[in-house]
């Protein structure tokens, strides 16, 4: 039976899409999962970015983990792999000296909190994002650090998650914020998923096969 898949990401959704976005089979939000609300209720997975500042600000204190997204999801995954970000450190020791703490890894964390909330946790393998990184570079993309934990997502759904004849969209991707992701390339890779016929943004087209 296929699946109604949308991937919700933080940046700004627009007004008429909440109750769309509800009656999917599977909803994918991220981190402190900003688009509740406008975006809907309806959770079933949260994405987090598992190393660094933002991993560190999830896992401490009760705010996220008691949160109406986190509470109401059956998996949790990681997006990030702890060998290849153990691998990026001495890398990025040289080239991003303030990024110091950006591949400390709590994926550990996760995996406790999720064990002992019966949910399931999933790390994102890191041929998602060699592969994606692959993909990217065909946009001629500026220097980047790792591509976003959107896009990552985005590609492991279409290449691992979802099977023939699920319908996969997105909401809330605004292609943009921190200066190390290539927003601009990843924009370019979505559009082509989009072209293939592979991918939609919900906002584009509310003509979702019922």
């Known amino acids: ?31 402190d999962c900003r688009s509740m ?32 997204a986190v509470r109401q999801a059956r998996e949790i995954w990681c997006v990030r792999t702890s060998e290849m970000f153990a691998a990026m450190r001495p890398v990025l020791a040289v080239s991003h000296p303030d990024l110091d703490d950006f591949c400390d890894d709590y994926t550990i964390g996760f995996e406790t909190f ?49 099977a023939a004849g699920d319908h996969v969209s997105i909401a809330g991707f605004g292609h943009e914020g921190w200066q190390w992701h290539p927003f601009a390339a990843e924009r370019r890779w979505v559009d082509t998923q989009i072209a293939a016929g592979r991918l939609y943004r919900l906002e584009h087209a509310l003509r979702i096969p019922v």
């Open 1 to 31: 039976m296929s699946r109604r898949i949308v991937i919700v990401g933080n940046g700004p959704v627009p007004e008429g899409l909440a109750g769309v976005i509800d009656a999917a089979d599977v909803v994918i939000r991220f981190n």
């Open 37 to 68: 609300g406008q975006g809907g209720e309806r959770t079933d997975i949260v994405a987090v970015c598992n190393t660094g500042r933002p991993a560190l600000a999830m896992l401490s204190g009760e705010c996220w983990k008691a949160s109406a």
């Open 114 to 162: 999720a064990r002992a909330t019966g949910r399931r946790l999933e790390v994102v393998p890191a041929a998602v994002h060699h592969a994606l990184d692959a993909a990217l570079a065909a946009f001629d993309p500026a220097p980047y650090v790792v591509p976003s934990s959107g896009a990552i997502v985005i590609a492991h759904v279409l290449g691992t998650v979802a």
